[in-house]
């Protein structure tokens, strides 16, 4: 890349890389991203989106004269894996924040043991519920993402029979209680309630389990589809889906559809399948194209698409950076700066957000419609 941005390996002695010590020259960020796992296809987006903000903060002159320096942490691991190599780095005092994303079962692991500890900002959307100490979400929560895409969709189509098919964990839980409620709310009634292993067990054959789904939801004649089934999952499921006779009469509805997965499904032509996200790569509007400019001026145009999880890493390493400078991630009386403080409801962290050069992240999310390999923005929700 051309960017100034430094990746640093910090890890535990014994494991043949080097551990180096705390520098209060530097602000060192963990970034917790799935570079492996069912989620790993999206790992590589989000490192260069983090890559960027580094970049550019280090090229304004650091955070306060701290070089911002990004010390990567696999995330697609087990939430036993990730939450041990994480504190180890905070209790060393060699990160100073966490930022990321990753499934809600390593997002929980990492937050009973880094609260209380050093900030830790979790950018994808988020299963809701309440947050202990410092940590920080800039995602949504199923009912802000899917509501309003639900409602549009159940009105527009006259939808009333849905299908809810996710991944067995926290997150898609959540969500199919929160959707359950919705499609009542909305006149409509749920015909299948179905989870599947997350992740797949040894020897385990997705394609042929998702064709059995697809079996189950002819005989209900759902007319949609809540997916919540994320990364490589929701890429195996789709390409199952097109391939069968329900894939034309059928719409579907993600909130983890992003441009990554849709090309590991191999793009999608039926214009029933649709997905809820903050932002998308093509839609346009004047952050997207700005953010874009930046992404191409540092990694050129073959870079890893740059799509919402990434533009979430972006938004949180500024965020990180500018409470830094503020001095809002220090210790107060024992404990890191408060999620009420980071997440904006204070004048300092409002005038932290001011100095990212985007400014704080889009309140509003967007359902688009694939288009072979594109997401076409359809409406703002």
Not at 193 to 214: Q, Y
Request: aromatic share 6%; with cysteine; charged share 20%.
């Amino acid at each position: 890349m051309k960017g100034s941005a430094v990746m640093r390996a910090v890890v535990r002695d014994g494991t043949g890389l080097l551990v180096t010590g705390p520098d209060p020259a530097v602000l060192r960020l963990g970034l917790l991203l799935p570079l492996s796992g069912p989620l790993g296809l999206t790992g590589p987006s989000g490192l260069s989106a983090a890559c960027l903000a580094a970049t550019e903060v280090n090229a304004s002159g650091g955070a306060a004269g701290r070089a911002v320096e990004l010390v990567p942490v696999d995330a697609g691991r087990s939430p036993g894996a990730v939450a041990g190599e994480a504190r180890f780095l905070a209790d060393a005092g060699l990160v100073q924040a966490f930022v990321g994303f990753h499934t809600s079962d390593v997002h929980r692991g990492l937050e009973a043991a880094l609260a209380g500890q050093v900030p830790y900002v979790f950018t994808p959307p988020h299963e809701g519920g309440p947050r202990r100490q410092g940590v920080v979400l800039l995602g949504d929560s199923p009912e802000r993402q899917l509501g309003s895409a639900l409602r549009w969709l159940s009105t527009r189509l006259r939808l009333r029979r849905w299908a809810l098919v996710g991944s067995d964990y926290i997150w898609p839980r959540a969500v199919h209680r929160t959707a359950a409620r919705l499609v009542r709310s909305a006149g409509g009634e749920v015909v299948l309630d179905r989870l599947v292993p997350f992740p797949w067990a040894a020897g385990d054959d997705p394609e042929a389990r998702f064709e059995e789904v697809v079996h189950a939801l002819a005989r209900t004649r759902a007319e949609a589809i809540l997916l919540s089934l994320v990364g490589r999952d929701l890429a195996v499921f789709n390409r199952v889906f097109a391939a069968s006779r329900l894939s034309a009469g059928v719409v579907r509805l993600s909130g983890a559809l992003e441009e990554n997965v849709l090309l590991a499904a191999g793009g999608d032509d039926t214009g029933e399948l649709y997905s809820a996200m903050r932002s998308f790569a093509g839609q346009g509007d004047e952050r997207q194209l700005a953010l874009a400019e930046r992404y191409r001026t540092v990694f050129g145009e073959v870079a890893p698409v740059l799509d919402a999880y990434a533009e979430g890493c972006y938004d949180g390493v500024h965020l990180l950076a500018a409470l830094a400078a503020a001095g809002m991630l220090t210790a107060r009386h024992g404990r890191p700066a408060s999620a009420r403080l980071l997440a904006g409801a204070d004048p300092v962290a409002r005038s932290a957000w001011s100095a990212a050069p985007l400014g704080p992240p889009r309140p509003e999310g967007y359902l688009a419609r694939a288009d072979g390999l594109d997401l076409t923005v359809v409406t703002r929700l």
